[in-house]
């Protein structure tokens, strides 16, 4: 265990990140201009592939959908199963990526924190890079403050 830090860097915003174990591979430092587009990426690769639950789809179908390189698409694959997204890797011929993914959502109860923490990270990245996201921000603001009065 070690005290390492990574850095993102971009203009006055730093961001450290402390480091699990230093001989753990945490791969290049992400500058923070590339974070939304990164995510925007990660949110559409999740999408394209729960809409085809339970077809496989190929690194180069979803590039071509991205428009981005299949390399590209596989880093983003390889954060999102890093992350503890279920994704299914299928080798071979009729090989490809799966998600198996619920057609729909259970109840989920949220503590004040954790509806805070998922606040922090859509602020973060831009609560408005989606209709989906837009939603979602719109559902944890709702969750969080309810029918609190915030007018001063």
């Known amino acids: 265990m070690t005290d390492t830090a990574v850095t993102v860097e971009q203009g006055p915003l730093t961001c450290h990140a402390p480091r699990v174990n230093e001989s753990e591979a945490v791969g290049p430092v992400i500058q923070a201009h ?38 590209t698409v596989e880093r983003d694959l390889a954060r ?4 503890g997204i279920p994704l299914t890797v299928a080798s071979g011929p ?10 729909a959502v259970p109840a989920q109860t949220f503590t004040p924190g954790e509806v805070s923490a998922l606040l922090s990270a859509l602020v973060a990245v831009g609560p408005f890079t989606s209709a989906t996201a837009q939603s979602a921000f719109a559902k944890l603001v709702d969750l969080l403050a309810g029918d609190i009065d915030t007018r001063e």
Request: glycine share 8%; hydrophobic share 40%.
């Open 80 to 83: 999102l199963r890093e992350a």
């Open 34 to 71: 590339q974070v939304v587009p990164l995510v925007e990426r990660q949110h559409a690769l999740i999408e394209n592939l729960r809409v085809r639950d339970p077809q496989v789809t190929t690194a180069r179908q979803l590039a071509e959908r991205l428009g981005v390189s299949t390399r």
């Open 94 to 103: 009729g090989g490809g990526y799966r998600l198996a993914a619920r057609t």
